[in-house]
Nanobody, 127 residues
Framework: QVQLVESGGGLVQAGGSLRLSCAAS????????MGWFRQAPGKEREFVST????????DYPDSVKGRFTISRDNAKNTMYLQMNSLKFEDTAVYYC????????????????????WGQGTQVTVSS
């Protein structure tokens, strides 16, 4: 069992920045690929970013590419999402997720591929 706790959400003006953190406990963090997803009211959960077990591979959808950066510190059992140039449409609850993987470089983009989820943190961007 892996426990995930997100933090760092809040209210920010358009154009501003936030850094989300996801603290993991319970199992060996480096055995898990990680991802960020978000869900806005009335919309489906959508992929935001993913990072491989060793942190060398990442991926983003076009909607956040160039503005968001995912990273991880396996020594601290923590993943991050640096969000810059925030837009009103980035407003959502952001979730981190963990996927057990034997492949250190693999990435996972589908929410149904993940094994564990955090409780979410609200990000609100005012226009």
């Amino acid at each position: 069992q892996v426990q995930l706790v997100e933090s760092g959400g809040g209210l920010v003006q358009a154009g501003g920045s936030l850094r989300l953190s996801c603290a993991a406990s319970g199992r060996t963090f480096s055995n898990y690929a990680m991802g960020w997803f978000r869900q806005a009211p009335g919309k489906e959960r959508e992929f935001v970013s993913t990072i491989s077990r060793d942190g060398t591979n990442t991926d983003y959808p076009d909607s956040v590419k160039g503005r968001f950066t995912i990273s991880r510190d396996n020594a601290k059992n923590t993943m991050y999402l640096q969000m810059n140039s925030l837009k009103f449409e980035d407003t959502a609850v952001y979730y981190c997720a963990a996927k057990s993987s034997y492949r250190p470089f693999a990435l996972f983009l589908g929410s149904n591929e993940y094994d564990y989820w955090g409780q979410g943190t609200q990000v609100t961007v005012s226009s």
